[in-house]
């Protein structure tokens, strides 16, 4: 498990280990959230359902067929000793590359979730930590494409007057992503390589290479500039650092956090990832220095200026983790239902070649 989706409370990265201590979080939006909708609570002795079928973006046909099965989901255990409130990212978006065919949303008895959308159009789940156990668990079954996630490199990048105006909040420093601070390295770094998709990329070799990746090690307080001083990271990391400097040259660029099956890539595990998006040619591109190579069947949770914005869990108060698992794996879709328990002999990923069923 990697750091991906923490604010104020202990990195995912640590998420394995009972026991750790979460403080509160300062989380705030500017933009009222919109759509907002208020599923039926859930009775004092039942988990809380929210199973209802999801709309799909219509796909163009011009875009890789979703044409092979990924189920993915999460289970969280919080304990708590007084009401705490918490904001819950876990549904994958409604996004053009992932189709939902199946998805269950439980909270635990007394939990009485509101869901609502925020100013990213992350799908966001607001409630109430009761004293004691907290459960939470995710589950889904996603179509998504077999083709790898290959940088497409169509496309010049628009200068910062011809941006559309939705666009340049994701230019400007962040929280986590301070480009201010590291316009000298940018430049001297990657100045001199042709701008667009040959920097992006050479921003990208550059981060795989000279940050190391250290499991456990990812704090909630770190910034891109931080990261680069001292030279290691977890996934988040990873990804700050390469939208700091992306967008040090006015390149716009996004954090974004979703379930990263083994499909075609034996040698890794499946996992809860932050990676980020460029946005270059009138659209956005997956990039990922973590890996730093095309990966298959990325399901998307959600998008943001950076990790404040796509946290898996922002508590406003303290609370201990004292549980989380996660899946994320390829399925036969005729023979895998939400309704069966997991079952990772059901799995087709975790092999070279890409298994079509």
């Known amino acids: 498990m990697e750091n991906s989706q923490t604010l104020a409370i202990p990195p995912l990265a640590m998420v394995k280990l009972p026991q750790k201590k979460a403080t509160p979080s300062a ?15 859930p009775s004092a002795s039942a988990l809380a359902s929210l199973s209802a079928p999801r709309p799909a973006v219509p796909h163009p046909a011009t875009h890789a067929p979703l044409d092979i099965t990924v189920r993915i989901g999460c289970h969280i255990v919080y304990e708590t000793a007084a009401p705490t409130p918490v904001l819950l990212i ?8 992932q189709v939902i065919r199946e998805e269950r949303l439980t909270f635990g008895p007394g939990l009485s979730p509101e869901e609502f959308e925020d100013v990213h159009g992350n799908i966001v789940h607001r409630t109430t930590l009761r004293p004691g156990l907290n459960e939470f668990h995710h589950d889904a079954l996603v179509s998504v494409s077999s083709l790898p996630d290959t940088l497409d490199r169509s496309g010049e990048p ?9 666009l340049l909040r994701y230019t400007l420093p962040s929280r986590y992503c301070d480009s201010d601070k590291l316009l000298d390295f940018a430049w001297r770094n990657f100045g001199h390589i042709p701008h667009g998709f040959t920097r992006v990329q050479a921003i990208s070799d550059w981060v795989h290479h000279n940050i190391e990746y250290r499991h456990g090690s990812g704090r909630s307080d770190t910034s891109a500039s931080e990261v680069i001083a001292c030279r290691y990271g977890v996934c988040r990391d990873f990804a700050h650092v390469m939208i700091a400097l992306c967008r040090a040259f006015n390149i716009p660029a996004r954090y974004v956090t979703g379930h990263l099956p083994d499909i075609g890539c034996p040698d890794s595990s499946m996992d809860f990832h932050a ?12 990039c990922d220095a973590r890996f730093n190579c095309p990966r298959i069947g990325r399901v998307k949770i959600a998008h943001g200026l950076d990790a404040v914005d796509a946290a898996i869990t922002t508590l406003y108060g303290a609370a201990t983790l004292h549980s989380f698992k996660v899946w994320a794996y390829q399925v036969d879709p005729n023979e895998v239902s939400i309704a069966d328990p997991i079952d990772l002999s059901k799995r087709l990923d975790g092999v070279m070649e890409v298994r079509h069923v």
Not at 31 to 41: F, G, H, Q
Not at 90 to 96: G, N, T
């Open 27 to 41: 989380r705030k939006s500017s933009a009222a959230p919109k759509k907002r909708r208020v599923p039926p609570s």
């Open 90 to 97: 876990l549904k994958p978006r409604i996004d053009i590359g």
């Open 158 to 166: 628009l200068a910062v007057d011809e941006l559309p105006a939705e």
């Open 275 to 286: 990676y980020m998006e460029v946005h270059i040619g009138g659209k956005w591109h997956t």
